[in-house]
Structure formats: C-alpha cells, structure tokens
C-alpha cells in the first residue's frame, strides 16, 4: 500500500512517526510520501513534500499574515498528492490545512482516513459537516471522543492515547536524578518545569508569566524544556538574567525528575500526567485572539487533564494576572501533601482511562484491515 500522510506541528510528526512504524509492521511493503518533519521522515528512510516547520503558526492573525505561504505548500502538496494517488490520504491534526486537502483528495476519489481529528467538541463545530462529508473513518485518541462524533453520525475507532507508546518506551531507559543533574550542570535542589509550549507564540506569551511567578522559590530551581522547533535565540532572550536553566529535547527526563510543573495547556498538561507531576495549567494568547476566541470556544475545561478526567483536577488559569496565580497555586502544590496527593489518585485514573501502550500499531492494524 502507499501511503500519503500530512502533519503540520511538531507533536502530528512524532505520532504520525510512530503510526508510520506501525503501518510497516502491518504492511511490510508499505510506501510514504507525506508533509511532516524530521521523525517522519527516519521512519519513511525519504525526505517530506514539505516540513512543517515551515507551516507552524498559531493564532488567526499569525496565519493570516503567512497566506500566501500557506497558499504555495497547499498547491504543492495537492499536486504531490496527484502525483503519487495513494491508497489513503492520512491526516494528522493539524485540522485548517488537513480539512481542505481532506476536500481535495476525496473529490480526487482517494480514501480519507483522519488521525487525531479537530477538536470540535470544543470549537468550530461547523468542521462536523467536511468530516462527515469528506473523511472516511476518524481515529481518535480521547475516550470521551467516541460518543461526540458516534452522536454525530461519525465513524469512529479508538484504540488508547499513543502517548502511552512513548511514555513506556522513554520508561525503560530513563536517567537516574544524579545524572540528569550532572549531565546538565544543575544543583542538586528540587525542580519545578517549566513546560512553555512548542511554538513561538506561545513561548513568548507563556514563558514570561511563568518566570515572573518562579521568584518566591529559593528552594528550588526552575527548568525550562526548550522546544527543538524553537530557535534558542528566544530563550535567550527571555531568560537572560533569570538564572533559570533549560534543557533540550529532555522533556521527558525533566519531568521524570520534577517536584511539580507550570504547563501551557496541550499535550503537555497529559504528559506531565502520565509523568504523575503535580502541575498548575496555564494559557495566554494576544488580546484580540482572546476575545475572538471567547465568542467560537464552548467547553468548561481547555486541560486536556481535566477534558479526560471530566470535572476540575489540575487548577486552570487563563489569559489575565497570571503571575499571582501562578505563584499561589504553585505554592500549594508544593507545600499541600495532600492537595498533591489527590492529584496524583486523580492522575492514576487517568492513567486507566488513555488505555495501555501498544496504541500506535493498534490503530495501524485498523487501517490496515480497513483498506
């Protein structure tokens, strides 16, 4: 079989990877063409249409100002899509770019399998109508995902949260404290990390609430976990004179060896769930972008910890004075045993609920089967 797939963001191109290593488990003759980054393109042993570094903009008016861009690795990926007709047309997230060319490939009569689809559940329900319309059987990664789009008329398989595929794996081969310490040049003090975000935007929005907030720690040293997307000059620049430390492409061996954790909302607030770090939940975006936003989003929670887990686990804060309420709520975290205690049985249900490792190559043997 061949295989198109399209991820547009740092987080599409790791799972995109792993469900491409599935698929040539499934189907050793596989081939790929796809829009990804550099994980994708180790599995696919080719290089992308396109990286996606270069279609990694957040915000309404972020994207507009890169249209024409957009514009220009639309066209070409349809016609990289043309060019190879493959047997199904994957896509990963990423739902403004993947919901058109979901478009294009199914008027082109190619099947449409849709991997982590847009979370409309939250915002824009309006995209049911393309997904019903264009996407052939959505995989989704949420448990409380099935019943939404079932409710909606929607095919759908569910098969766990891949997360727990690299959760497990980084398991089995992680550093002891000593040495993730010595390795980076760290004292020997309980840490707090800080998980920014993985796009600029968000760091540059994020990163400074969350370094206004670290001063009332002494007894502890902060950590950034830089993000591999990111150019370093940005830190820099942030922490210059902070005293806070970072560490690259060593997310999962900080959160592995943290005390607790301020984290922009995304993927991150599971991961540091499944790392069973107490965290406090955060998000901030341009004032205009907020308020846009606060007329389309309709859900009670915007942690993915808390959507999973159905009512308030981990303390969300949201756009306004977020120093004192970072700081407030990191104290308790650290100082509160059993504050921390009860996030952590919460987290341990959740731990139950995204399912057993094993996702990735379960959800390719469901496309296979389904080809």
């Known amino acids: 079989m061949n295989y198109f797939l399209i991820a547009g963001e740092a987080s599409g191109d790791l799972h995109a990877s792993n469900l491409m290593r599935g698929l040539k488990e499934e189907d050793p003759g596989a081939g790929f063409a796809f829009v990804g980054g550099d994980r994708m393109a180790a599995v696919a042993g080719v290089e992308p249409v396109h990286h996606f570094r270069d279609m990694n903009f957040m915000g309404f008016f972020d994207v507009v100002r890169h249209l024409g861009r957009l514009r220009r690795i639309m066209k070409r990926t349809k016609n990289a899509v043309v060019a190879t007709m493959p047997d199904v047309l994957i896509l990963v997230d990423y739902a403004g770019f993947n919901l058109r060319m979901a478009r294009f490939a199914s008027k082109k009569g190619i099947r449409v399998f849709y991997y982590i689809p847009p979370k409309v559940w939250a915002w824009r329900k309006g995209r049911l109508r393309d997904l019903k319309k264009y996407v052939d059987r959505l995989f989704v990664i949420f448990p409380f995902e099935v019943s939404f789009f079932q409710e909606h008329g929607m095919e759908v398989v569910y098969e766990g949260n891949p997360l727990t595929d690299i959760f497990g794996t980084f398991r089995s081969s992680v550093r002891t404290r000593e040495t993730f310490l010595a390795?980076?040049?760290?004292?020997?003090?309980?840490?707090?990390?800080?998980?920014?975000?993985?796009?600029?935007?968000?760091?540059?929005?994020?990163?400074?609430?969350?370094?206004?907030?670290?001063?009332?720690?002494?007894?502890?040293?902060?950590?950034?976990?830089?993000?591999?997307?990111?150019?370093?000059?940005?830190?820099?620049?942030?922490?210059?004179?902070?005293?806070?430390?970072?560490?690259?492409?060593?997310?999962?061996?900080?959160?592995?060896?943290?005390?607790?954790?301020?984290?922009?909302?995304?993927?991150?607030?599971?991961?540091?769930?499944?790392?069973?770090?107490?965290?406090?939940?955060?998000?901030?975006?341009?004032?205009?972008?907020?308020?846009?936003?606060?007329?389309?989003?309709?859900?009670?929670?915007?942690?993915?910890?808390?959507?999973?887990?159905?009512?308030?686990?981990?303390?969300?804060?949201?756009?306004?004075?977020?120093?004192?309420?970072?700081?407030?709520?990191?104290?308790?975290?650290?100082?509160?045993?059993a504050y921390r205690l009860q996030m952590r049985k919460g987290y341990a249900k959740i731990r139950e609920m995204v399912g057993e490792p094993g996702a990735s190559r379960r959800i390719a043997g469901r496309m296979n089967k389904l080809m």
Do not use: W
Request: charged share 25%; net charge negative.
């Open 183 to 337: 390795d980076n040049e760290l004292p020997d003090k309980p840490i707090v990390a800080l998980l920014a975000g993985s796009r600029r935007q968000e760091i540059e929005a994020c990163l400074p609430e969350m370094i206004r907030a670290s001063g009332d720690f002494p007894d502890h040293q902060f950590v950034v976990a830089g993000a591999p997307s990111v150019e370093p000059a940005l830190y820099r620049e942030l922490l210059q004179e902070t005293g806070i430390a970072i560490v690259y492409d060593q997310t999962y061996d900080l959160l592995s060896h943290a005390r607790a954790a301020v984290v922009t909302s995304g993927t991150a607030t599971l991961e540091t769930a499944l790392f069973d770090v107490p965290q406090v939940v955060i998000y901030k975006t341009g004032k205009l972008t907020y308020r846009i936003g606060k007329l389309f989003v309709n859900f009670r929670f915007f942690s993915l910890v808390n959507l999973i887990f159905g009512r308030e686990l981990v303390k969300e804060l949201l756009q306004h004075d977020l120093e004192q309420r970072i700081r407030m709520e990191l104290r308790r975290i650290i100082d509160d045993k």
